[in-house]
């Protein structure tokens, strides 16, 4: 009996841990000099959706944005934009770890030299084109303190 429960725990262990999303740099996933823009911004998404789990691959659930509900609130200076960018690049983030079908409320979009963009906010971080059509998933970031200290940055964060 003893050898079936640690069998048992063993197992159970293993099947813990493989469940683990990675945990990366997001530096890791762009390159410093296709960002153009940094922009605050608020997107008004009444219909976001929050997944139960992370663990199947959502990427054909995610959502289109609404150009038409992006405000803009704040562009960063460009005196700003190398140590936003420093900032950014070491924060962490759960790689494809899918909480929500699309960004909603206060975000940063990182407009890129191809005029696509990148929106990032506490739990979502997605590549749309200029149409607002979605491209990729990143993931969510590892933590609130992360996207709080980009906002930083702007000095009109207190939206």
Not at 112 to 117: A, P, T, V
Request: charged share 25%; aromatic share 16%.
């Amino acid at each position: 009996m003893k050898k079936i429960l640690i069998i048992f725990l063993l197992f159970f262990t293993i099947i813990l841990t493989a469940c683990d999303p990675s945990i990366l740099r997001f530096g890791k996933c762009i390159e410093t000099e296709e960002i153009k823009t940094i922009e605050l911004i608020n997107y008004k998404n009444s219909e976001q959706h929050r997944f139960i789990s992370w663990i199947p691959d959502h990427s054909s659930d995610l959502k289109n944005l609404n150009v038409e509900n992006i405000e803009v609130i704040e562009t960063l200076s460009d005196e700003s934009i190398s140590s936003f960018e420093d900032e950014l690049f070491a924060s962490f983030i759960l790689f494809k770890y899918y909480t929500y079908d699309s960004p909603s409320g206060l975000c940063v979009r990182l407009i890129l030299n191809s005029d696509d963009y990148i929106l990032l906010n506490t739990g979502y971080i997605g590549k749309y084109d200029s149409k607002g059509i979605v491209i990729s998933f990143y993931g969510r970031f590892d933590g609130s303190t992360y996207f709080s200290n980009l906002l930083k940055y702007f000095s009109k964060n207190d939206v």
